[in-house]
């Protein structure tokens, strides 16, 4: 499974940006897809994940600014990121979880700041 991820780059606070993740490669059904993020100096960290029922899961942090989707065919994974503060700077992965392995992206970079 090969994951391309886009949609970071600059933003004011306050400001909003969406990030999409395409899953490839060769694979039955991909069972979860989700985004983490990075911070520097900080550890790897779940922001929210989407199962293919439909299950969502957010982090405490960004429960009602963020939503996460999934397109029908279940292979792109979307993150619309709302009112955002500078706290949620990071380099952002895509994530998917198919076979029993994890799969990573190259991360994209969002900043958050004035």
């Known amino acids: 499974v090969q994951l391309q991820a886009s949609g970071g780059g600059l933003v004011q606070p306050g400001g909003s940006l969406r990030l999409s993740c395409t899953a490839s490669?060769?694979?039955?059904?991909?069972?979860?897809m989700g985004w983490y993020l990075q911070a520097l100096g900080k550890q790897r960290e779940l922001v929210a994940y989407?199962?293919?029922?439909?299950?969502?899961n957010y982090a405490d942090s960004v429960k009602g600014r963020f939503t996460i989707s999934r397109d029908n065919a279940k292979t792109t994974v979307y993150l619309q990121m709302n009112s955002l503060k500078p706290e949620d700077t990071a380099v952002y992965y895509c994530?998917?979880?198919?076979?029993?392995?994890?799969?990573w992206g190259k991360g994209t970079l969002v900043t958050v700041s004035s």
């Open positions: 994530n998917a979880y198919e076979g029993g392995k994890d799969y």
């Open positions: 490669g060769s694979f039955f059904r991909i069972n979860l």
């Open positions: 989407i199962t293919s029922s439909g299950q969502i």
